[in-house]
């Protein structure tokens, strides 16, 4: 069965410096990989996704991610962040079948604190 | 603009009450999901359904049940609802690379 690691559940970054989170997953197939951020009392938005061709991935708020194969790794990073990145950020890895999508087993999640 | 509703932002039911989350989607889409949220725990899947009439468990179905009578309707239908239902729900439409999340009910049993 698929899973979703994201080892760090508390991550703390100072305005202005670089970040990455990290994600690692397990899945036989080919994986399709997401990122997506919650702030407090919000929905989730997605930052980016991976599905094939160019392993550098762009996202929205100047969020890019790199799916490494032979780490089974697709960490999260961003050269400089801002107050406004203080969110819970989630991994997810979908799965389909012959139905359709199975949906998207999650990470627990990385809550991200910034400090001024 | 893409839309998924849920009937209810917070919601507080008593134990061994039966309780109906109601998730209506207006894109047409055949994929929808039910998925709980909990603290260090993150997101997941109860229960989930590839067209009318049909469902599939997920992760987490013990306690649940779903129905989905319309393709732009999904309900979560919790029998008789237990403490350790309290948690935020969040219904998903998708299409292929697209998951679409609704605001989520949050739950109170008590």
């Known amino acids: ?116 | 603009d893409v839309k998924v509703t849920q009937s209810s932002r917070y919601l507080v039911k008593r134990t061994g009450e039966k309780v109906f989350l109601e998730c209506v989607q207006d894109m047409d889409h055949e994929n929808m999901f039910w998925y709980r949220q909990d603290p260090g725990l993150g997101l997941r899947l109860i229960y989930f359904s590839y067209d009318v009439k049909m469902k599939e468990k997920g992760d987490i179905p013990e306690g649940y049940s779903v129905s989905r009578e319309k393709k732009e309707r999904f309900s979560l239908i919790l029998e008789s609802a237990s403490t350790n239902q309290t948690s935020m729900y969040l219904c998903a439409t998708s299409k292929p690379g697209e998951t679409y999340f609704g605001p989520g009910t949050r739950l109170t049993v008590t």
């Not at chain 1, 962040?81 to 139905?99: L, P």
């Open chain 1, 1 to 116: 069965a698929q899973s979703v690691t994201q080892p760090d559940i508390h991550i703390t970054v100072s305005e202005g410096a670089s970040l990455e989170l990290r994600c690692n997953y397990s899945y036989g197939a080919t994986p399709y990989l997401f990122w997506y951020v919650q702030s407090p009392g919000q929905g989730l938005q997605l930052l980016l996704k991976y599905f094939s061709g160019d392993t550098l991935v762009q996202g929205i708020k100047g969020f890019e991610a790199e799916f490494k194969r032979s780490q089974s790794s697709f960490n999260l990073r961003k050269p400089s962040v801002h107050w406004s990145d203080a969110a819970e950020y989630f991994c997810a890895v979908a799965t389909y079948s012959g139905g359709g999508a199975d949906g998207l087993t999650f990470g627990k999640g990385t809550h991200l604190i910034i400090q001024p």
